[in-house]
T-cell receptor
Framework: AQSVAQPEDQVNVAEGNPLTVKCTYS??????LFWYVQYPNRGLQFLLK??????LVKGSYGFEAEFNKSQTSFHLKKPSALVSDSALYFC?????????????FGTGTRLKVLA | DTGVSQNPRHKITKRGQNVTFRCDPI?????LYWYRQTLGQGPEFLTY????????KSRLLSDRFSAERPKGSFSTLEIQRTEQGDSAMYLC??????????????FGEGSRLTVL
């Protein structure tokens, strides 16, 4: 079975500081990993994905994420946070060897960037 | 912009009534997904289609929920005999499968259901 954990309900960071939003996953096979962002009353927007290859992936709006197979983690990072980054962030996983094309989402982490 | 379109955006209904939501995916996308999201929670998988075939349905989905994608294009999600616990945002997403695509999901804006 696939699962995703986002251990922090909320992350607060000062504008200009680096930010990290944590995600760990569990799959029986091999993961495709994704990060999405959601603004109030909107759908989810794709930020970045890990499929294979380089463990550090870069995505939209200056975000990046690091895949760590031994720690089964896929933390989202940004070197310098902006107030406009304040939103709800979701990690998602699909086990591409499981025979299902179902994506499982975490419970979300609210990022608050303080001016 | 021909993104994923969902209608209606908001629906208020009385308990016991039936409601139907429609999703128009990105035109070349062959997979279509329905998720439910309640306040402060992540999207919860309901079902997905590949073309017109419904390939997987969540065990959490009661018999009151049914989804169709009759011609492999738009999809409808019907909830019969609504209950207050059905109040949520219903999200539709689509993806392009095959040909080496890794199939990230593209979401619509959602349909918010309030059951009184």
């Amino acid at each position: 079975a696939q699962s995703v954990a986002q251990p922090e309900d909320q992350v607060n960071v000062a504008e200009g500081n680096p930010l990290t939003v944590k995600c760990t996953y569990s799959v029986s096979g091999n993961p495709y990993l994704f990060w999405y962002v959601q603004y109030p009353n909107r759908g989810l927007q794709f930020l970045l994905k890990y499929i294979t290859g380089d463990n550090l992936v870069k995505g939209s709006y200056g975000f990046e994420a690091e895949f760590n197979k031994s720690q089964t983690s896929f933390h989202l990072k940004k070197p310098s946070a902006l107030v406009s980054d304040s939103a709800l962030y979701f990690c998602a996983v699909r086990d591409w060897k499981s025979g299902t094309y179902k994506y499982i989402f975490g419970t979300g982490t609210r990022l608050k960037v303080l001016a | 912009d021909t993104g994923v379109s969902q209608n209606p955006r908001h629906k208020i209904t009385k308990r016991g009534q039936n409601v139907t939501f429609r999703c128009d995916p990105i035109s070349e996308h062959n997979r279509l997904y329905w998720y439910r999201q309640t306040l402060g929670q992540g999207p919860e998988f309901l079902t997905y289609f590949q073309n017109e075939a419904q390939l997987e349905k969540s065990r959490l989905l009661s018999d009151r929920f049914s989804a169709e994608r009759p011609k492999g294009s738009f999809s409808t999600l019907e909830i019969q005999r609504t209950e207050q616990g059905d109040s949520a945002m219903y999200l539709c997403a689509s993806s392009l499968a095959g040909g080496g695509n890794t199939g990230e999901l593209f979401f619509g804006e959602g349909s918010r259901l309030t059951v009184l």
